[in-house]
């Protein structure tokens, strides 16, 4: 018998993909929502600290060159050689704030030129308080440019010579267990010094800059 070729079978189709357009959307939900929560905390915090901040309603640092004088000074081939001493005093007049002084450096200028720098070890100031900060700054063998040789010799001749103090430091404040972010306190002196011990030093009050 003649058998007839049977018909290749086909094979079924694939099945068709699952959708996913349901679980898109229940993960975007997921998202947005944990990123209000965070934005919403950041704006609770940042009232928080603002609320707090008025409230203790902060005043302005307040610093005073107490003292000032000059030791072994002497000019050779403009170079100088010195050492001067300050007393300056940090006032914190808030009754609720203290603060962080983390770093803290001491410069002594004349005219465009440093003379001479210390540092001051870090401390904690608290709140109503008057910190002495007694500071030695050195100059050796410092080769002092253009005109100033004449002029601190001039100076010397006259018995005084007035003398930029600043400082540098960066502080934090705190209030209860709250403490604030870094911040840069400058400040600026022009004491006159006298080169003799025996004359009254008249005490300075400075500039600040937070």
Known sequence: MHKHPTAPTMAPPPPPPLPQQAARPRHSKLLRLIAIIILALIVLVGLAVLIIWLVVKPKGLVYVVEDGSIHGFSISNNHLNATFDFVLTAYNPNRKVSIYYDT????????????????????????HNA????VKLTAQSLLLSGSLSKDLQHDRSSGKVELQVQVKARIRFKVGIWKSKHRTLRVFCLPVVHFSPHKDFERTNCEIDL
């Open 104 to 127: 803290m450096e001491v410069l002594v200028v004349y005219g465009y030129q440093n003379l001479a720098s210390n540092g001051v070890q870090p401390f904690h100031q608290p709140h």
């Open 131 to 134: 910190t002495p900060l007694d």
